[in-house]
């Protein structure tokens, strides 16, 4: 979580902050005049400021101003008295986040912080992502519980051999995964990349030739050549088979017997042939479901799912979203030759309030959309699709 710098001269009130903050989650520095707090803000010791207006050694606008010309778009909160109305509207004028009066309601202050939080989370994921070159390995770093569990479990079995089921709904990035997992195991050689086959997007009476291959004249249309199918083709490497829920149940038992034994016989051929690979597979559908109702093999189920992961879905993981926009904003803006844009406070909220059915293919397209439309540095609110929008 970001630290908060809380500016306040008055020793009750730092603490009454400092609990609240803390309490959701957020370090916390005290300073309780300019000098103090300007100390901090030169050690780049904050990643927000909640600032008190008035203060025994001068005005905080004065910190406001020296701070954003050192730190721009260090978000500050300015904290103003009832009377101060003229004062919060020269304070957001000279560049302030946002403004919130005394005394501090708890809840206005902290949806202020979360507006705040999301905008650095943004910053941090584009600053990153400007310094590295793109890859599409790449993870975006997650703060969400659900993820941070997904991730460790990623970290546990890239380290093994075991096959890995990968369960959850369409845009979840269940792809990713499987190539994070291959890229930090043993079968990654150089650049090599799994070996991927989208099984629903093959012809029902081609996909066993698509999987084991075949024989010349095997079949009508089969050709005068011998054919690899992608078992063979993944020996040594990882084999990703996106939407396994797909096949068909002979099928699902010619896969089973080349998992249990190592051996499969290509399509029109009478000799068996060694393989050697490991398989990662996925699904958004529930295979329990089509184990009772006689549509998925069970003991080809256990054999897939030495490990299981499920994927969280986007809605279910709001806190990601400022990061992921950040890393996509980025991504877009590479491909496109352009300097990457930020983000209005409105519009992440928007982006936060959707309820992403589509999940992360989704909040990507979105953004894409978005970034034709917008001719600025910013994308506002009214860049967003109909639907995002109305979210609010």
């Not at 979580?1 to 730092?14: C, K, N, Q």
């Not at 699902?252 to 080349?258: M, V």
Request: aromatic share 4%; with cysteine; proline share 4%.
């Amino acid at each position: 979580m970001p630290t908060v710098l809380i500016v306040e001269d008055e020793a009750p009130a730092r603490k009454f902050l400092q609990g609240i903050l803390e309490a959701h989650g957020y370090e916390t520095v005290a300073a309780e005049n300019l000098a103090a707090a300007g100390k901090v803000l030169e050690q780049h010791a904050a990643d927000i400021v909640l600032l008190d207006v008035r203060l025994p050694d001068g005005s905080g606008l004065s910190l406001m101003e020296r701070a954003l010309r050192d730190q721009p778009g260090l978000p500050i909160i300015v904290a103003t008295g009832h009377g101060d109305i003229e004062m919060a509207v020269e304070a957001m004028k000279a560049g302030a986040a946002d403004f919130i009066s005394k005394p501090i309601d708890e809840a206005r202050l902290v949806g202020a912080l979360r507006r705040a939080a999301d905008h650095v989370a943004l910053q941090r994921e584009t600053v990153r992502l400007r310094s590295e070159r793109w890859e599409n390995h790449q993870w975006v770093p997650s703060t969400s519980p659900q993820m941070k569990e997904v991730l460790s479990i990623i970290e546990r079995v890239a380290k093994t051999d075991a096959n890995v089921l990968i369960l959850g709904e369409s845009g979840t990035g269940k792809n990713m995964v499987a190539d994070l997992i291959h890229r930090n195991s043993a079968r990654m050689r150089g650049n090599q990349t799994p070996v991927v086959l989208n099984c629903p997007t093959i012809a029902e009476h081609l996909l066993e030739s698509e999987l084991f291959g075949h024989e010349a004249n095997a079949f009508t249309g089969a050709g005068t050549k011998r054919k690899r199918g992608v078992i063979e083709t993944a020996e040594g490497n990882t084999l990703f088979l996106d939407e396994i829920s797909s096949m068909k149940l002979e099928l699902q038992a010619k896969l089973l017997r080349a998992l249990e034994e190592r051996l499969l016989r290509r399509v029109g051929g009478t000799t068996e042939v060694k393989v050697d690979f490991r398989l990662i597979s996925a699904t958004n559908h529930e295979l329990t479901k089509m184990i009772a109702d006689g549509s998925f093999r069970e003991d080809l189920y256990w054999r897939l799912r030495t490990v299981e992961i499920r994927m969280p879905r986007l809605r279910d993981r709001r806190e990601d979203i400022p990061a992921l926009t950040g890393a996509m904003l980025a991504r877009l803006a590479q491909l496109r030759g352009e300097n990457s844009i930020g983000v209005s406070s409105r519009a992440m909220d928007a982006l936060r309030a959707y309820a992403w059915p589509g999940n992360i293919r989704e909040l990507l397209h979105a953004l894409e959309r978005a970034m034709l439309f917008c001719d600025g540095d910013q994308l506002e609110i009214g860049h967003l699709p109909q639907e995002v929008r109305e979210a609010l």
